[in-house]
């Protein structure tokens, strides 16, 4: 009986030491992984994705690049996966609602992983809670996106471009646009042929030295102008720097300005012709009688109108002023012939 109660002692030590090491093994493996501590030094947190592109049970959650936990359940939320995560309790006040959960990658090979990102400024997410999901600038995920976008883009242009849409697919498809550029080159080509060989203004400008030195005294005499203007020379050249000049100008201009305005009040006799219609009317009557007046002297009707048409009127009535004026110089000559006054008294 003692021999058997030794051997069963050695068994008990020999299980304690067992139990020991893999409590020791435990901690060191905890402690090794860095994957947040034991149990109660970790908590959970969710997030929502509407892909998570391979992500896996295990993989990492990290903090400005830094492991602080894993994922530990991927369930469908609709059509949405929900992603839950545990990380260390230490990393709480950093893990706000102002910050942002997005699918990263470890390597280039694909393999996924959660990345937060930072923001003390924010409520702390608490245990159980959702993180914002957003999409991490410059992840591989978003540059395939980006890419495929981008291709479906091009793949659109080039069926536009096949279909003759746009500029560039008419000058691809349409026929006629590629006649009209091809004789637009020609008539260019032409007009390129002509200056080389010096024909119309342009051409006659390039090619003849003549041309061109007329052209330059053209601009020297312009230029001589404009040089005596800014001198002051000549009426223009007053006008433009002779204040006394421009106020003169600008005194007559007042004047004119004045008088037309007078004119437009209706002051004055030609205000009143051209305001008042009495006066009008007057004046029209006045030419009206006139044009009657000339209109009867032209037909020979009465004494003046006669005159102006009756040759032997007009002889008789030449004849008899005559005749008068011999008379008037007898009389002058000699008075008495004439003048013979008798006075007779009763």
Do not use: C
């Not at 993989?59 to 469908?76: C, N």
């Not at 309790?89 to 990263?104: F, V």
């Not at 009465?302 to 008899?320: F, I, P, R, S, V």
Request: net charge neutral; aromatic share 6%; no cysteine.
């Amino acid at each position: 009986m003692p021999r058997t109660r030794s051997l069963a002692w050695s068994e008990l030590k020999i299980g304690l030491v067992a139990v020991i090491a893999l409590v020791i093994a435990s901690f060191l493996i905890f402690m090794v992984s860095g994957s947040g501590g034991f149990f109660w030094q970790r908590y959970s947190i969710k997030a929502v994705f509407p892909n998570i592109a391979g992500l896996k049970e295990g993989a990492p959650v990290r903090i400005a690049g830094v492991e602080v936990g894993s994922v530990t359940e991927l369930d469908f939320v609709g059509d949405k996966v929900e992603v839950t995560m545990e990380v260390s309790k230490e990393q709480q006040p950093r893990i706000t609602d102002q910050s942002t959960a997005a699918l990263g990658s470890v390597s280039l090979l694909g393999e996924g992983a959660v990345d937060i990102t930072p923001n003390s400024n924010g409520t702390p997410i608490p245990e159980w809670g959702y993180v914002r999901s957003g999409r991490a600038p410059g992840s591989l995920a978003t540059a395939a996106e980006e890419a495929t976008r981008g291709l479906e883009q091009t793949t659109a242009l080039l069926q536009d471009i096949r279909q003759g849409k746009g500029t560039l697919g008419k000058f691809v498809t349409d026929d006629s646009l590629y006649r009209e550029l091809q004789s637009f080159a020609d008539a260019a080509e032409s007009v390129t042929r002509g200056l080389t060989e010096g024909r119309g203004t342009l051409g006659r400008l390039a090619t003849n030295p003549a041309a061109a030195q007329s052209l330059e005294r053209s601009l020297a005499n312009l230029e001589m102008v404009t040089a005596r203007i800014r001198n002051g020379e000549g009426s223009l050249g007053r006008l433009v720097n002779d204040d006394a000049f421009s106020k003169s100008v600008t005194s007559a201009t007042t004047n004119l300005d004045a008088i037309t305005g007078r004119i437009n009040k209706g002051e004055g006799t030609a205000g009143k012709l051209v305001t008042d219609s009495e006066l009008y009317n007057r004046l029209n009557s006045m030419a009206d009688r006139l044009d009657k007046l000339t209109a009867s002297l032209n037909q020979g009707e009465g004494t003046a109108g006669q005159l102006l048409h009756d040759k032997q009127l007009y002889e008789n009535m030449n004849g008899a002023v005559t005749e008068v004026r011999g008379l008037v110089k007898d009389i002058r000559a000699d008075p008495k012939k004439y003048l013979n006054v008798r006075v007779s008294i009763f």
